[in-house]
């Protein structure tokens, strides 16, 4: 069937084909007569429409989505999305790739995938990446694949990434929500960076110099979230979530019976 044919089928032969069997279904069952293989014929329309459905619906409505979260280094967005993961079976973190060294808690392929810089480098030159910054001297990076391939399959995903890629994400894949994170006030946000103790003191100033520019790219950011309580700061996160799922138009196939 060529593309506008199944444009016909899917917007008005099967939906009055459907109607149609519905209506002699109620009459058949008025004059106590058994309706059944009508009613088969009438599923197996309503499936075909699904199908239908799926194939021709725009990308953004068909797919899982992903929300974007940035925050200035020691705002709490990791502490914030590892708990969120935690609570949302569907959603999957999106493990990006970086030549700064593990932390001592992280785990390769579960916090980022440690890579060499030319490793990183030949990734960038195979087109890999759906978008890529460099951090305090290093690189960081999101695999387009692995970001559709979950989309394909209907996943959710969470990025932890920074405003810049953020907006090249936001250029060039439309559909994404971005949530930047705040701590309450900077004071507090050098005293996390402190008591995280996971850098030295050298890289902790460049990072504080740099939050104080990354939190200017706040403006084109569709949600903001304040973390000073850190159990509503993960609620919140957990709402717009849930808010984002329950969009009328990411719903049509669940609804379509009521229409
Ligand atoms: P980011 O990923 O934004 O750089 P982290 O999640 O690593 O930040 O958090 C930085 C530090 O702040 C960590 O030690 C974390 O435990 C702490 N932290 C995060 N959120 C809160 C909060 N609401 N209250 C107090 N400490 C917090
Ligand atoms: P950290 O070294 O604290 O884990 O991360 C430093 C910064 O790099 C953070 O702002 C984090 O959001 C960002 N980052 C992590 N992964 C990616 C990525 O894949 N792409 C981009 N652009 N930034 C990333």
């Known amino acids: 069937m060529n593309k ?6 899917h917007r008005y032969e099967l939906p009055n084909e459907i109607a149609g069997l519905g209506y002699d279904i109620k009459r058949l069952r008025e004059q106590g007569k058994d309706p059944s293989e009508l009613e088969r014929i009438r599923e197996s329309k309503k499936k075909e429409l699904i199908e239908l459905d799926r194939e021709l619906r725009p990308v953004g409505e068909r797919q899982g989505i992903f929300i974007v979260v940035s925050a200035p280094s020691g705002a709490g967005k990791t502490t914030i999305c590892k708990e969120v993961l935690k609570m949302l079976p569907n959603v999957r973190f999106s493990i990006s790739y970086t030549t700064r060294p ?33 951090n305090y001297g290093y690189l960081y990076g999101t695999s387009g694949k692995t970001m559709e391939d979950f989309l394909e399959k209907g996943y ?15 250029e060039n894949h439309p559909g994404g929500i971005f949530v930047f994170v705040l701590p309450p006030s900077i004071d507090v946000l050098k005293e996390r960076l402190k008591n995280r103790g996971s850098e030295k003191d ?11 520019d990354e939190i ?44």
């Open 202 to 212: 050298d890289v902790m100033k460049l990072r504080f110099k740099k939050a104080m």
């Open 4 to 9: 506008l044919k199944k444009i016909i089928r």
């Open 156 to 170: 959710d995903i969470i990025l932890d990434i920074d405003p810049r890629g953020a907006k090249e994400l936001k």
């Open 102 to 134: 593990p932390r001592p808690v992280e785990e390769d392929g579960k916090d980022y995938h440690f890579i060499s810089d030319p490793e990183f480098r030949k990734r960038i030159s195979e087109g890999e990446f759906a978008e890529w910054a460099e």
């Open 216 to 259: 200017k790219e706040i403006v084109w950011y569709d949600y903001v979230i304040i973390n000073d309580d850190l159990n509503s700061a993960i609620d919140n996160l957990k709402s717009i979530y849930v808010a984002e799922k329950s969009r009328r138009e990411r719903l049509t196939e669940k609804i379509k019976d009521f229409m």
